[in-house]
Protein backbone atom coordinates (compact mmCIF):
# COMPACT_ATOMS: atom_id res chain seq x y z
CA UNK A 1 0.00 0.00 0.00
CA UNK A 2 1.56 3.26 -0.84
CA UNK A 3 1.80 6.29 2.06
CA UNK A 4 2.53 9.44 1.58
CA UNK A 5 5.82 10.50 1.65
CA UNK A 6 6.83 13.31 4.86
CA UNK A 7 8.42 15.34 2.38
CA UNK A 8 5.06 15.81 0.40
CA UNK A 9 3.29 17.42 3.34
CA UNK A 10 4.58 21.11 2.55
CA UNK A 11 3.53 19.92 -1.25
CA UNK A 12 0.23 18.83 -0.64
CA UNK A 13 -1.20 21.07 2.69
CA UNK A 14 -1.77 24.66 2.49
CA UNK A 15 0.74 26.81 4.59
CA UNK A 16 -0.05 26.83 8.15
CA UNK A 17 0.84 29.20 11.17
CA UNK A 18 1.61 26.23 13.21
CA UNK A 19 1.12 22.17 12.83
CA UNK A 20 -1.39 21.54 15.70
CA UNK A 21 -4.74 23.44 15.09
CA UNK A 22 -7.55 21.72 12.86
CA UNK A 23 -8.17 25.52 11.72
CA UNK A 24 -8.06 26.83 9.36
CA UNK A 25 -9.29 23.98 7.00
CA UNK A 26 -7.94 22.78 3.81
CA UNK A 27 -10.03 22.61 1.25
CA UNK A 28 -9.21 21.34 -2.38
CA UNK A 29 -11.34 19.80 -5.18
CA UNK A 30 -11.22 16.13 -6.05
CA UNK A 31 -8.68 16.86 -8.79
CA UNK A 32 -6.73 18.61 -6.92
CA UNK A 33 -6.16 15.81 -4.78
CA UNK A 34 -5.86 13.51 -7.18
CA UNK A 35 -2.90 15.47 -8.72
CA UNK A 36 -1.45 15.94 -5.06
CA UNK A 37 -1.86 12.59 -3.69
CA UNK A 38 -0.05 9.37 -4.31
CA UNK A 39 -3.20 6.63 -5.82
CA UNK A 40 -3.43 4.35 -2.94
CA UNK A 41 -3.59 7.53 -0.79
CA UNK A 42 -6.31 9.35 -2.42
CA UNK A 43 -8.40 5.80 -2.77
CA UNK A 44 -7.95 5.71 0.90
CA UNK A 45 -8.17 9.02 2.46
CA UNK A 46 -10.19 10.90 -0.19
CA UNK A 47 -12.61 8.30 -1.27
CA UNK A 48 -12.99 6.31 1.76
CA UNK A 49 -10.53 2.59 1.04
CA UNK A 50 -9.45 0.45 3.14
CA UNK A 51 -6.00 -1.06 3.34
CA UNK A 52 -5.20 -4.75 3.70
CA UNK A 53 -4.88 -5.37 7.47
CA UNK A 54 -1.50 -6.53 8.22
CA UNK A 55 -0.04 -5.64 4.94
CA UNK A 56 0.40 -1.68 5.94
CA UNK A 57 2.93 0.71 6.87
CA UNK A 58 2.72 1.67 10.35
CA UNK A 59 1.09 -1.31 12.13
CA UNK A 60 4.13 -2.61 13.54
CA UNK A 61 5.59 0.56 13.64
CA UNK A 62 6.91 1.11 17.19
CA UNK A 63 9.30 4.14 17.04
CA UNK A 64 8.82 7.01 18.98
CA UNK A 65 6.74 9.74 16.86
CA UNK A 66 3.89 11.65 15.93
CA UNK A 67 1.78 10.37 13.04
CA UNK A 68 0.05 12.80 10.94
CA UNK A 69 -2.47 13.21 8.52
CA UNK A 70 -1.46 12.09 4.91
CA UNK A 71 -2.89 15.23 3.15
CA UNK A 72 -2.66 18.10 5.21
CA UNK A 73 -0.05 17.12 7.79
CA UNK A 74 -2.28 18.36 10.73
CA UNK A 75 -0.51 16.01 14.37
CA UNK A 76 -2.95 13.60 14.93
CA UNK A 77 -1.94 10.64 17.04
CA UNK A 78 1.19 10.08 19.23
CA UNK A 79 2.95 6.79 19.45
CA UNK A 80 2.75 7.26 23.34
CA UNK A 81 -1.57 6.57 22.13
CA UNK A 82 -0.89 3.55 19.96
CA UNK A 83 -1.29 -0.33 20.91
CA UNK A 84 -1.09 -3.21 19.32
CA UNK A 85 -4.88 -4.25 18.86
CA UNK A 86 -4.28 -7.42 16.80
CA UNK A 87 -6.41 -6.08 14.18
CA UNK A 88 -3.86 -5.56 11.40
CA UNK A 89 -4.06 -1.88 11.60
CA UNK A 90 -2.00 0.94 13.27
CA UNK A 91 -4.80 1.62 16.66
CA UNK A 92 -4.72 4.44 18.70
CA UNK A 93 -6.54 4.84 22.77
CA UNK A 94 -6.43 8.96 21.87
CA UNK A 95 -6.01 11.68 18.93
CA UNK A 96 -3.94 14.12 20.46
CA UNK A 97 -6.74 16.35 21.41
CA UNK A 98 -10.28 15.48 20.90
CA UNK A 99 -10.57 18.63 18.48
CA UNK A 100 -8.43 17.20 16.04
CA UNK A 101 -10.81 14.01 14.47
CA UNK A 102 -14.23 14.16 13.67
CA UNK A 103 -16.76 11.44 13.96
CA UNK A 104 -19.28 10.53 10.86
CA UNK A 105 -21.79 7.66 11.19
CA UNK A 106 -20.50 4.87 7.93
CA UNK A 107 -23.18 2.91 7.16
CA UNK A 108 -21.20 1.06 4.42
CA UNK A 109 -20.85 -2.96 4.09
CA UNK A 110 -24.27 -3.17 5.87
CA UNK A 111 -23.23 -1.96 9.35
CA UNK A 112 -22.69 0.94 11.37
CA UNK A 113 -19.74 1.84 12.59
CA UNK A 114 -18.30 5.59 13.55
CA UNK A 115 -15.98 6.41 10.98
CA UNK A 116 -12.74 9.24 11.93
CA UNK A 117 -11.80 12.03 9.38
CA UNK A 118 -9.07 14.67 9.63
CA UNK A 119 -11.01 17.52 11.00
CA UNK A 120 -8.60 20.25 9.31
CA UNK A 121 -9.14 18.25 5.65
CA UNK A 122 -11.85 15.87 5.93
CA UNK A 123 -9.54 13.12 5.24
CA UNK A 124 -10.87 9.62 6.08
CA UNK A 125 -8.37 8.21 8.45
CA UNK A 126 -10.51 5.05 9.90
CA UNK A 127 -13.13 4.18 12.50
CA UNK A 128 -13.20 4.25 16.43
CA UNK A 129 -14.43 1.44 18.33
CA UNK A 130 -15.22 0.95 21.72
CA UNK A 131 -13.14 -2.02 22.56
CA UNK A 132 -9.70 -0.33 23.32
CA UNK A 133 -7.41 -0.01 26.57
CA UNK A 134 -7.94 2.58 29.45
CA UNK A 135 -7.87 5.03 29.75
CA UNK A 136 -10.63 5.52 27.27
CA UNK A 137 -11.78 2.46 26.23
CA UNK A 138 -11.29 3.22 22.53
CA UNK A 139 -10.04 1.50 19.15
CA UNK A 140 -8.55 4.41 16.70
CA UNK A 141 -8.28 1.40 13.75
CA UNK A 142 -6.54 3.91 11.39
CA UNK A 143 -5.30 3.25 7.71
CA UNK A 144 -1.57 3.81 7.10
CA UNK A 145 -2.21 5.17 3.82
CA UNK A 146 -3.91 8.23 5.91
CA UNK A 147 -0.85 8.94 7.92
CA UNK A 148 2.15 9.94 7.48
CA UNK A 149 4.53 9.10 10.51
CA UNK A 150 7.66 11.79 11.78
CA UNK A 151 10.00 10.00 14.10
CA UNK A 152 11.52 12.07 17.16
Not at 86 to 103: C, H, K, N, Q
Not at 129 to 147: I, K, V, W
Request: hydrophobic content about 35%; some cysteine; proline content about 7%.
Amino acid sequence: METANPNQLSEVAAPQADNTSPTPKVVKTKEEWRGLLPAGVYRVARESGTEPAFRNAYNGIHDKGVFQCACCGLELFTSEAKFDSGTGWPSFFAPIAPERVLDHQDTSYGMIRDEVACARCDAHLGHVFDDGPQPTGLRYCMNSASLVFSQK
